[in-house]
């Protein structure tokens, strides 16, 4: 993979997952001049009305065909359905995973619990063609739709993302950045915790400045491979 063709090339993201975050993020990407496909677990015939309001430049479809037809895709579902999402098309494609770990929504899982792993490391772990990066997991979704701003605005906001390969992290990066947003590289896959719910990252608006010292003050705690990160 070459980032740099990956990013120049780009012109559709997959999406899947159309709850709070990825419908915000198809319209970000709409505005942004970039196509969107989108799935749910429902079917496209359930999002008829979401793809009208964000125009020609979307279009509902499967999940397996967001993961087959996006350049790039985005993993925006539960916890405890990502057992369901595709394999063979997401190969060799770079994903962004918005996952959480919420024991009160997905049930206690021992191995996060424990620190065993993290959300997102469970990701690639079913994806093991992918090259997953963690991203948009600490923003709602009010938040990502409305503070996004252009590249050298003093103040601009910036995400944090966690990843294994430097070339899909410079991908999501360019995303990130082309939809208002600054970015700190948070470390690997396995470091994703740092800006995972209950720490100092989660959810606050941020500047670069402010993130990367709100990382370097994250602690490990229960949950979400922070015991072993």
Known sequence: MGAGEVAAGMTTIGLIGAGHIGSTLARLAVGAGLGVIISNSRGPQTLVDLV?????????????????????????????AIDKVPVEPLAGKVVLDTTNYYSQRDGHRPELDSGETSSSELLAAHLPGAWVVKAFNHITAADLGSQGLPAGTDGRRALAISGDDAEAKAVVASIIDRLGFDVVDAGPLAGGWRHAPGTPAYLPRLDRAALEQALADARPGPGDGSATA
């Open 52 to 80: 009208a309001d964000l125009g020609d430049a979307a279009r509902a479809g499967t999940a397996v065909e967001a993961a087959t037809e996006g350049d790039v895709v985005v993993v925006t579902v539960p916890l405890h």
